[in-house]
């Protein structure tokens, strides 16, 4: 991995504690030995000491502040957790999935089961992604787990290291008491028993997820379907929006639950893999558990598709009448513009009628004609001429002056035309920094990797 990309991963100043958990089953009774860490020293101290290689089986977690911000271990701690248990280069890959950022980057990427054999040993890394409810805000987000695990198949000694999205994570909750159910002797434990506890842990929110989506399209589709288009609609453009918001959502599910069902397919396949993983009386539900994990997938999947069929059938119908509405407005609106140029070709009309009299009245009505009562004849004033002058004068730069605006459209009639105000409020302004600070943050992203 690129030193720069994997250095974003990690802090320099631990706020949260990398927890240790060792299981030792030896002594009678079994107990577990937990240990809190923030600095390098101590950790890299606990995990040398032979005192402490007693377990049977190590667990190791480390945590997000939240799902956008870097683990909270420092790349040296890290290194101590790689030196000290000998790990492979998976390792970094896995860390490298959660870093700083501002926008949901690879919110469809996870790592697919990776394996590392050395003699008895053997490596898996994989991350997960499954929603998680959030109670304070009362929405549903997608949250990404990380797990290295690291088993000796003849001793059944193990190291499970768990990449948290949040302190206390479900996935560090149902690991721990899968730990303590072992120390008092409620369950056994399988070689692949902790990923079968995380499987179980999170499969099951896909359910109430597409269920909560589906519950906000449905009240749409109900109404996109008894629309007429004649009539006033009851959805827009902005419901519009929130379908093809809907169709992206099922979509990601859709590849999500693809890429869980792939992961559980390779882990079904490493357990009945004996010549790598000696089967064993611990073992043998495992991989019952495991396909009704895939069976929970499939079922997800079908939903999930089903409902982005549905979405995109409401999505194109509403685009569609919306369209059809859009052209009868126009239709409308071009025949009542047909019924204006009916009265304005009517108005035209009578004034060429009435044109040419009220143009010899007003042209015998000036001073320049006057009535001689003797002979009854009208007499014309020598100084008619200045009315003919004039009258040529101005209907030439009438005439000049209209060539020029045609031929100047833009000078004039630019400014004469009525603009538009923008609607200055607190979500256009909020639209504009956002997208603003999201462009710099991307910017500065790229220039950095």
């Known amino acids: ?121 053997i490596e898996m890394s994989y991350t997960i992604r499954y ?14 787990s990380g797990v290295c695990h690291r088993i000796n198949t003849e001793t059944r000694q193990s190291v499970f290291l768990l990449l948290n999205p949040k302190p206390n994570a479900k996935a560090h909750m149902v690991v ?5 159910s072992r120390r ?22 896909w359910r109430q997820y597409v269920a909560t989506f589906e519950a906000q399209f449905l009240p749409m ?6 629309t007429y288009i004649d009539e006033p609609l009851r959805l827009g453009y902005d419901h519009l929006i929130s379908m093809v918001n809907l169709e992206n959502r099922f979509n990601k599910t859709i590849s999500l639950l693809a890429s869980t069902t792939e992961l559980i397919t390779d882990l079904r396949a490493l357990l009945d893999n004996h010549a790598l993983m000696p089967a064993s009386r611990d073992d043998s539900h495992t991989d019952v558990v495991f396909d009704n994990h895939l069976r929970q997938c499939a079922a997800f999947t079908r939903t999930a598709a089903y409902l982005e069929r549905r979405v995109q ?24 513009m047909l019924q204006l140029n009916k009265s304005a070709v009517f108005i035209t009309t009578l004034t060429l009628i009435y044109a040419p009299a009220s143009f010899a009245a007003t042209f015998f009505g000036m001073n320049f004609f006057a009535m001689d009562q003797p002979s009854s004849r009208i ?26 605006l045609i031929q ?42």
């Open 1 to 121: 991995m690129d030193p720069a990309v994997v250095d974003r991963c990690f802090v320099d100043e631990v706020l949260e504690h990398v927890q240790v958990r060792d299981l030792v089953v030896g002594d009678n009774p079994p107990h577990i030995r937990s240990e809190s860490f923030r600095d390098e020293q101590g950790l890299e101290a606990y995990l040398e000491d032979d005192m402490n290689k007693d377990y049977s089986c190590r667990f190791i977690s480390v945590c997000q502040r939240n799902s956008w911000r870097p683990l909270q271990i420092t790349r040296a701690m890290m290194s101590a957790v790689v030196n000290a248990h000998d790990l492979s280069p998976s390792l970094w890959q896995l860390a490298s999935c959660f870093y700083t950022r501002n926008l949901d980057l690879e919110d469809a990427f996870c790592v697919p089961l990776t394996l590392c054999i050395t003699g008895p040993w």
């Open 131 to 144: 929603p998680e409810f959030k109670e304070a805000d009362k929405e549903w987000a997608i949250r990404q």
């Open 176 to 180: 721990n008491q899968h730990l303590s």
């Open 184 to 205: 008092d002797g409620m369950a056994t434990d399988g070689l692949l028993s902790l990923h079968q506890v995380l499987l179980s842990a999170h499969l099951p929110a």
């Open 221 to 226: 589709a109900n109404s996109t379907f008894a």
């Open 313 to 336: 059938t409401a999505a194109q119908l509403l685009s569609d009448t919306l369209s059809f509405r859009d052209q009868v407005i126009a239709k409308e609106q071009s025949g009542n």
């Open 379 to 404: 007499i014309c004033t020598s100084m008619i001429w200045i009315y003919l002058v004039a009258t040529l004068v101005i209907t030439g730069l009438t005439v000049i002056f209209y060539y020029w």
């Open 408 to 449: 100047h459209d833009g000078v004039l009639f630019w400014r004469l035309a009525p603009k538009v105000k923008v609607n200055a409020d607190w979500r256009a302004l909020a639209r504009r920094l956002t997208k603003l600070d999201q462009n710099v943050e991307l910017r500065d992203m790229y220039r950095s990797v």
